[in-house]
């Protein structure tokens, strides 16, 4: 019984490592579909829009991991037609996240560390 709980001990703290680790660029970019409405139009940015990124924020731990949601919502900015760079910039202000960069094709994503 001792060896059959253990072994479900690390089968729970292993899905909770993969569920805690960085998000794909897929993920970054279609968790932020709630938000185009917001970076097209204006206005005021969903709670949806708002959670994932979020989520997409706390789950980039590393340098490395931060580096690549950045560059994630960097292609993301360039990929979509329509949105606007102003919208796009003030949407972690207006969603209540902390992100050390501007949203934004001009940003340079490895002049942030994240120490």
């Known amino acids: 019984m001792a060896g059959t709980l253990a072994k479900l001990a690390c089968v729970l703290v292993m899905c909770m490592v993969v569920a805690e680790a960085a998000m794909t ?6 968790g932020m579909a709630p938000c185009l409405g917001y970076l097209t139009k204006g206005g005021t940015p969903s709670a949806g829009c ?3 990124l979020r989520n ?19 292609a993301a900015a360039a990929k979509f ?11 972690p202000s207006n969603c209540k996240v902390n992100i050390p960069y501007k949203i934004s094709i001009s940003t340079n994503c490895a002049r942030y560390p994240y120490s």
């Open 25 to 30: 660029c897929n993920q970054i970019q279609g």
């Open 56 to 74: 997409m924020v706390n789950s980039a731990r590393t340098t490395a991991d931060r580096q690549n949601a950045c560059k994630c919502l960097k």
């Open 81 to 91: 037609q329509g949105i606007n760079p102003t919208n796009a910039a003030r949407l």
């Open 50 to 52: 708002c959670t994932n």
